[in-house]
Each structure stands twice: as C-alpha cells, then as structure tokens.
C-alpha cells in the first residue's frame, strides 16, 4: 500500500492508493472486529486486495496504538504520509479490536505519554554518544 488517501470512519471506508498507482476504496465493515491469533501471539491484518493489480495491501494491526508508542520512530525517521498513514491505521484498529474498543482512548494516551519522553530523552542520549564518537574518531 502506498498511500492512505482518506478513512471514512461513519461509512466504514477506506481510500487507498495501490503500489501500482490505482486509487479505490475498500468497505473495512467486513472486518467487524479483528481475530487475535493465539498461535502468533497478534491481531490479524487486514489484507486489501486491489481490483487493478490483484496485488494485496496489508494493514498491520499489531503497530503501537498510543499515539506516542511510535513517536520517536515516526520523529526521526517517517515522512509526512507515513505518519498520517499510521494514524490512520491507529484510528482503525480502535474501532476494530475487542482489547481497544473497551478502554478509553484519550485516557490510554495520556497513561502513555511519559513513554515518549522516556524514549526521546534515551534517543537524544544515544545520538549525543553517536556524535562523540565520531568526533572521537
């Protein structure tokens, strides 16, 4: 999948963009509540096939949920789309999996929020290291 284009999440919609280029939408309201897997110890993804190519696009359903779970990765290292396209997945699987769909969102996050900055200030740290040693040699 390259690009999330849109989450209708009244309509249960969603807009992608294919690898090979083609835009269309995907009704998710087949995936009423998404299957843990015991033996793999995950939710399962969701697979999307795409009417032009006949390829298949994933969601992942087992990325960080809180908002600031994958923070540090999406600050140092995702573009714009990606982060947009993981909020979207984020929003998913809130509507999707029986564990999410009982808590309250803002209050997880909240909960979470001190784990974004544990990892940002061990970040900072590591990369401070990282410069020093290569100053050093």
């Not at 690009?3 to 280029?21: A, F, G, K, R, V």
């Not at 087949?30 to 969701?46: H, R, S, T």
């Not at 390829?55 to 600050?75: A, C, K, L, M, T």
Request: aromatic share 12%; glycine share 2%; hydrophobic share 30%.
């Amino acid at each position: 999948m390259k690009i999330i284009i849109n989450y209708n999440e009244e309509l249960d919609i969603l807009t992608i963009e294919c690898d090979c280029d083609h835009i269309f939408d995907f009704d998710l309201s087949e995936y009423l509540e998404l299957e843990y897997l015991e033996e793999f110890n995950q939710y399962q993804n969701i697979n999307i096939p795409c009417s032009n190519c006949n390829g298949i696009n994933v969601i992942n359903s087992n990325i960080g949920v809180s908002e600031y779970e994958d923070r540090i990765f999406e600050d140092i290292y995702a573009q714009y789309y990606e982060i947009n396209k993981r909020k979207t997945i984020r929003d998913i699987l809130w509507k999707k999996r029986a564990d999410l769909k009982k808590l309250d969102r803002e209050k997880y996050n909240e909960e979470r929020k001190h784990l974004y900055q544990e990892q940002k200030e061990i970040t900072e740290e590591l990369l401070l290291m990282q410069k020093a040693n290569k100053e050093y040699s």
